[in-house]
């Protein structure tokens, strides 16, 4: 690392100071302002953050009341979305159930970060045997998905909550190992991280005071974009009835249950089945909004 | 060459061995006895014991691991606890539903996702590219079993054109088994079209950037020749590679999917199973799956260094 730095040709690309560079990297979050892809994205989830956040507290209705006499009323001011089966408020249980989504997609995300990011920049750092483990355990988890491991939890443990969002969370480990790795490897060469072993700093505050905070932007866009893929993945768990549990409510549930009533209340597979792409598609696009900013090769074509 | 393969080769058959150590660990070990767990809290324990013995969980881990590998090595899955069935025998019978699927699906995935995004590279900045960029954008946000459910409500149950559901067996009735996967694999393939045709078009953006096809243009080359012969086959190699990593999606889509529309395949097994406790069904059919994953990803690097010369020497 420290021969590269002095040795490479590139030396004069890399004299950066550590603000410019940190600057840098944050500024594109203000240019992202003017990506449409990015705005449109940005509302999407916006509104998804907002009412999973509202149902934490207040629903419209009571969704744990069944009651047969409000079956498949059509929407009204009373019922915005109509109701279902059991007499259920629509949009609350969609409320109710971009709560469970958010949850156990942070969650799981969450997991992803806090283990794949640490090994990553091990990886990274060490090169060498660290290296080709990391990488040989990457191909492994690959090699199961949410929905096996799930399925493997579940059949061992029974069904819960939690499996989805280990699932989910294991899936996403071998994501943020790339991410943190590649991100890393490319400030090797930085002049400030040399001055900063000069100055005696350790690895480890290194890695925290230095790495990490230049590697941040990285991870916010991919965490976004692993958002929306573990939203989808809840909802395919939940649908097979291997995540959320009564009295949950969950997306996937919800079209599990309308299934055999498509026929006569396809509105009840419908509304939930667009609540799951408008939340995809809006950390989807936020995220690949703030890739494209990130990205110098892709930005040079967009000017 | 043989070098890279003979590696590649290696790291397949140690990545598999680590893969059935944590399965057989996962299954064998962590439920404390997997007797009791299959048999339910309420079992007499003269059943268990029989049970124990029966599957050979009276004898040491270390054999009981050799044992289960050389067995599964000659295609002996062991015997299903509740069907009292060889798994093997299930699985191969599954496989008939699950594998033409998986198939079909890619097929179409590719048929419809290569096109789509050769259009749109051609007409890149205009308006076409756009209305299939946007819809691309929300075609990769839809879960395929929602689609699912979307096609069963207007190709079956308004349109009555395709089965909702169900399955027929291939020698029963061809025609039929056929038609009964025409839905869900055309659910299974459009999200992931949208997936391919986008990385298509990028990859053909960048190739057509590149100096040799504007040397191609300035001899004269008309633009669709220089599109076809130089753009669309350097940009395949991109896809290849999400091809590869699609496929591990794909494999989970398909025990999805085959919930949807209740076709007997692997997927379904496997619920069943799951509700039944069968632990030896749900290892088989997991271990079968990993080893598909792993094996297709080893085939996509081997074709990838046989494209792109450079890679060999990693």
Not at chain 1, 118 to 124: E, F, I, K, S, V
Not at chain 2, 124 to 142: E, F, H, K, N
Request: net charge positive.
């Amino acid at each position: 690392m420290v021969k590269k730095t002095v040795s490479s040709d590139k030396r004069k690309d890399t004299r950066f100071s550590e603000l410019e560079d940190r600057a840098r990297s944050w500024q594109f979050f203000k240019v992202a302002l003017h990506s449409k892809s990015f705005i449109l994205g940005a509302a999407l989830s916006f509104l998804i953050i907002t009412l999973g956040v509202i149902a934490i507290f207040w629903l419209p209705h009571d969704i744990s009341k069944l009651s047969v006499m409000n079956r498949f009323k059509a929407p009204s001011f009373v019922y915005l979305l109509g109701t279902d089966q059991y007499g259920r408020d629509i949009f609350s249980m969609l409320m109710s159930g971009a709560r469970t989504s958010l949850i156990v997609s942070l969650f799981a995300v969450g997991i992803g970060m806090v283990i794949g990011v640490p090994l990553g920049l091990l990886a990274a750092g060490r090169r060498g045997i660290y290296d080709i483990i990391f990488m040989r355990f990457n191909d492994l988890i690959f090699a199961f998905p949410s929905v096996l491991i799930a399925i493997l939890i579940t059949s061992v443990y029974g069904q819960a909550l939690i499996n989805a969002v280990i699932a989910i969370g294991i899936f996403n480990i071998p994501v943020f190992v790339r991410v943190a790795r590649g991100g890393a490897l490319s400030l090797l060469g930085k002049e400030y991280l040399l001055a900063a072993r000069l100055a005696g700093k350790g690895r480890l505050r290194i890695t925290l005071e230095h790495v990490l905070p230049n590697i941040a932007n990285l991870l916010i866009v991919q965490a976004s974009i692993q958002l929306s893929m573990a939203i989808l993945a809840e909802a395919g768990l939940s649908y097979l009835g291997l995540g959320a549990q009564p009295p949950l409510t969950s997306w996937g549930k919800m079209l599990n249950e309308s299934q055999t009533m498509i026929s006569f209340a396809p509105q009840l597979a419908i509304l939930p089945g667009l609540a799951i792409v408008i939340s995809v598609l809006g950390f989807n696009l936020m995220g690949d909004g703030l890739r494209d900013l990130l990205d110098p090769k892709l930005r040079r074509r967009v000017s | 060459m043989l070098r890279y393969v003979l590696l590649r080769l290696s790291s397949l058959v140690v990545t598999l061995f680590i893969a059935s150590i944590l399965l057989f660990l996962f299954i064998e070990v962590l439920p404390g006895d997997p007797a009791q767990l299959m048999l339910g809290m309420n079992a007499d324990p003269q059943s268990i014991l029989a049970l124990r013995h029966n599957l050979g969980l009276d004898q040491p881990l270390f054999w009981r691991y050799i044992h289960w590998i050389t067995q599964m090595l000659q295609g002996d899955f062991g015997i299903s606890y509740t069907y009292d069935v060889s798994v093997g025998e299930l699985i191969r019978e599954r496989l008939a539903v699950s594998i033409p699927l998986a198939l079909f699906a890619l097929f179409l995935s590719i048929g419809i996702g290569l096109p789509l995004g050769v259009i749109a590279a051609r007409n890149r900045g205009r308006w076409l590219d756009r209305v299939l960029m946007s819809t691309l954008q929300i075609g990769m946000a839809i879960p395929n079993f929602w689609l699912g459910l979307v096609l069963i409500f207007v190709c079956a149950v308004s349109l009555g054109l395709l089965p909702s559901g169900g399955f027929t067996a291939w020698n029963e009735d061809f025609f039929a088994a056929f038609r009964a996967l025409i839905l869900p694999s055309l659910a299974l393939a459009l999200p992931q079209s949208a997936i391919i045709a986008r990385v298509m078009r990028s990859s053909l953006i960048d190739k057509l950037g590149e100096d040799y096809v504007r040397t191609a243009r300035a001899k004269g080359l008309s633009k669709n020749r220089c599109l076809w012969h130089h753009g669309v086959r350097n940009a395949l190699i991109p896809v290849l590679t999400i091809l590869g990593l699609q496929f591990s999606f794909l494999i989970a889509g398909t025990v999805i999917i085959e919930s949807v529309f209740y076709l007997p395949g692997l997927g379904r097994l496997v619920f069943q199973a799951i509700s039944q406790r069968d632990l030896i069904v749900v290892k088989g059919v997991v271990m079968l799956l990993v080893t598909m994953t792993i094996t297709i990803s080893f085939i996509i690097d081997i074709a990838y260094a046989l494209v792109d010369p450079r890679l060999r020497s990693a």
